[in-house]
């Protein structure tokens, strides 16, 4: 990395992402060499499927199945791992370090589990790893962590970052359909993956919220720690019961920062109708920040696709060119060094929304608030809808401030009272009060 012309490039991967990122270089060349005070030039790609350079303009560009000639190529300064995954991704990541390169990379799920091998590798062989792709496609969270809002001590996440989730609560909210049908036509319109598993059970906004949280509350996650709920079991009903009650449904990933512990999440989560988070409809992301002093900062924007994260990839393209003139010493140790104890489910406390469904008969109403009120719940508003032929109807309580552990006690009491016709079901509510106050 002597020669500081410009910054050399080799990108591994020229699927979804990877073709975005050689579209956007391409198009985009002149302000990307203006930002990064040197022209990025693309010295060759790899791809284990030949198609994929048949799709894209790559004359004057080395092509190759072999991903190791990009990792030998003494021409090439900085590599882009966008082939995904946490083997082969894992062994380019490390291989592109020893060999002095500089990495870019939009895999989460990577830096997400191997973060402390991948982060430690980098400062040995003082080598730089940018990652602004991994979380929230287009949006600018990373570097705005890093530098926008880097002198601020943030203390409070609640992001919107998984589209595939928020289209789906989305369609069902606004057109009250059921999950499985919003599901379906996710998948035909390509916003759900064949096996949507990994998205709806909340393990992709998982790996982003454990990046997140790493850097906003400076501590290494593992990433087992993190509480994972997806949305499989939210109902229409659930969406139409907490809008009356002035709340949206959201998938939110969530971490807070209580200095001596840390508290990171993911789960279908009600906010007020009136918080911006509420408004972000469809496959679109949005992360909301907080911090004393600089209080709430929220970037909004598309959190996939070949062109969104192609940008947030070719803006670390931007970073590692202005490495190569100006580089500071390395240091990630927030990623390895220090583990603040994430807090027990068990421990933490909130307001929630429940939804018991009894038989139609009196008395029913005093029996639960009875169970609340023994495990110190108290009710802020309550809804109970007409009871159907069956005889049953549903009540849904929303609570004030509780210990999520005296939340299960409770509704495993009520559980087993004989006018209660189904297992209660509780959802968290997170009001996202703005911090301004150091
Ligand atoms: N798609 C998005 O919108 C998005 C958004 C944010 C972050 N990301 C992340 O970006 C990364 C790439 O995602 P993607 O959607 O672009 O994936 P993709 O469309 O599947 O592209 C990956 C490409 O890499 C190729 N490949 C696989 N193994 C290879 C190897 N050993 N050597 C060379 N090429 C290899 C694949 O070929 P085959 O198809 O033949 O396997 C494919 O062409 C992932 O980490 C993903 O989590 C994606």
Redesign the pocket.
């Known amino acids: 990395m002597t020669d500081k012309s410009s910054l050399r490039v080799g990108v ?9 990122l050689v579209r956007t270089l391409q198009r985009n060349r002149d302000r990307i060499a203006r930002n990064a005070g040197m022209p990025i030039d693309l010295v060759a790609v ?4 030949p198609d ?1 350079f048949s799709r894209l303009d790559l004359a004057g560009i080395e092509t190759t ?3 190791g000639r990009i990792i030998r190529d003494e021409r090439i300064d900085c590599v882009a ?5 946490t083997g ?2 894992r062994d ?1 990541v490390l291989d592109a370090f020893r060999a002095g390169k500089d990495v870019v ?6 830096l997400a589990t191997h973060a402390e091998e991948i982060f430690r590798t980098a400062e040995q062989y003082h080598r730089k790893i940018h990652f602004e ?2 979380v929230g ?1 287009g949006i600018p969270i990373i570097q705005s962590l890093y530098g926008g809002i880097g002198a601020a001590t943030v203390t409070q996440i609640h992001a919107i970052i998984n589209g595939t989730c928020n289209y789906i609560l989305t369609a069902m909210e606004k057109q009250g359909r059921n999950f499985r049908d919003v599901l379906k036509e996710a998948q035909k319109l390509g916003y759900a993956e064949v096996d949507p598993t990994f998205d709806i059970e909340g393990h ?1 906004a998982g790996h982003k919220i454990a990046i997140l949280a790493s850097i906003a509350c400076n501590t290494a996650i593992d990433f087992k720690d993190v509480h994972l709920e997806g949305i499989r079991d939210i109902t229409v009903d659930d969406i139409k019961f907490g809008k009356e009650l002035g709340y949206t449904l959201k998938l939110l990933a969530i971490a807070k920062d209580y200095q001596d512990s840390i508290d990171v999440r993911v789960h279908p989560t009600f906010i007020p109708n009136e918080n911006l988070l509420a408004s972000v409809h469809g496959v679109h992301n949005a992360v909301y920040t907080c911090a004393p002093g600089l209080g709430a900062v929220m970037l909004y924007g598309r ?4 062109l ?2 192609g940008n ?1 990839v070719a803006s670390d393209l931007i970073q590692a060119a202005r490495d190569k003139t100006a580089r500071q010493p390395v240091s990630y140790r927030n990623f390895y060094e220090k583990r603040k104890p994430v807090r027990d489910m068990a421990n933490i406390e909130g307001s929630y929304y429940l939804r018991c469904i009894v038989a139609d008969q009196a008395g029913v109403l005093a029996t639960i608030s009875h169970i609340l009120g023994e495990h110190n719940i108290s009710v802020s508003s309550m809804m109970q809808t007409e009871a159907g032929k069956d005889g049953v109807c549903p009540i849904v309580f929303m609570t004030h401030n509780a210990r999520e552990g005296n939340v299960k006690k409770a509704l495993d009491k009520i559980a087993r009272q004989d006018v209660v016709k189904a297992r209660p079901k509780f959802i968290r509510l997170e009001r996202i009060e703005e911090v301004t106050q150091f």
Not at 12 to 20: A, D, K, N, R
Not at 81 to 85: H, K, P, V
Not at 105 to 110: Q, S, W, Y
Not at 303 to 306: H, K, T
């Open positions: 591994i991967g020229l699927g979804t992402v990877g073709s975005g790899a791809d284990i499927n994929t199945s072999d991903a791992e966008l082939i995904g995954g082969i991704a380019i990379t939009a895999n989460k799920a990577l792709g991994a496609g992709d959190g996939a696709g070949d969104p994260t947030a």
